[in-house]
């Protein structure tokens, strides 16, 4: 799955055209965009649906917060996304069926949102539905639902099986990447928004690049 062992790359809350177009340049591996009308990163304020469909990438992955399974089918096809990200609430049965509605090759990313669990209630979360699942993504819980920019204790990923490869999210930042080596499964790839804006929806294109370097 992985061409090389490094670390992917995911940027996430993308809300203008000439950011992505630089991002996409930068050969960044995946490029979020959150269609959850509560976050200050609300992609279609920014842009329409046919405007994300012609993005040239091959890895665009849109984030949905407790949707209904047919408006993310149908967002999906409209703004040809090639990944959803699950961030709310759904489960197995859920992810059932918008397996049903979504093209075959559209993969799902189940978020994992770490607060004060045990391992054990963690791995029990992360069993339930991942046949339906591509990957996961592990993240800081939040009443919002993401974007706090405050890391978890990546240590309890140590304490788990963890059966699918992952994104790591977070808070995740220059000043923590290297702390990755506690990690005995390492990260599919690292999602990061928050930490790299010069405000919401508005990259620091520059943080990225040397951020992406030390990750190769």
């Not at 670390?7 to 996409?24: A, D, F, N, P, S």
């Not at 759904?90 to 770490?114: C, H, Q, S």
């Not at 309890?156 to 506690?182: A, C, H, Q, T, W």
Request: net charge negative.
């Amino acid at each position: 799955m992985m061409e090389s062992k490094r670390m992917k790359l995911k940027i996430c809350g993308l809300t203008r055209i000439g950011q992505i177009q630089e991002l996409i340049l930068m050969e960044t591996d995946f490029l979020g965009f959150i269609f959850y009308e509560k976050s200050p990163r609300y992609v279609l304020n920014h842009l329409t649906l046919e405007e994300i469909s012609m993005i040239g990438h091959q890895a665009k992955v849109g984030v949905f917060v407790n949707e209904s399974p047919e408006k993310i089918a149908e967002t999906a096809d409209k703004a040809k996304l090639d990944f959803i990200q699950l961030h709310g609430d759904e489960d197995e049965y859920f992810m059932a069926e918008l397996r049903k509605m979504l093209n075959p090759e559209t993969g799902i990313i189940k978020v994992i949102r770490i607060g004060d669990q045990k391992p054990d209630e963690l791995q029990r979360i992360i069993n339930n539905g991942r046949s339906m699942v591509n990957y996961l993504l592990f993240d800081t819980d939040s009443k919002a639902f993401g974007g706090t920019g405050k890391t978890f204790d990546w240590d309890l990923l140590n304490k788990m099986e963890i059966p699918l490869p992952y994104f790591l999210s977070g808070g995740i930042s220059e000043e923590n990447i290297d702390r990755v080596g506690i990690l005995h499964q390492k990260p599919f790839a690292v999602d990061i928004n928050s930490k790299f804006e010069i405000g919401p929806g508005m990259k620091d294109v520059e943080k990225i690049k040397n951020f992406k370097s030390k990750i190769q």
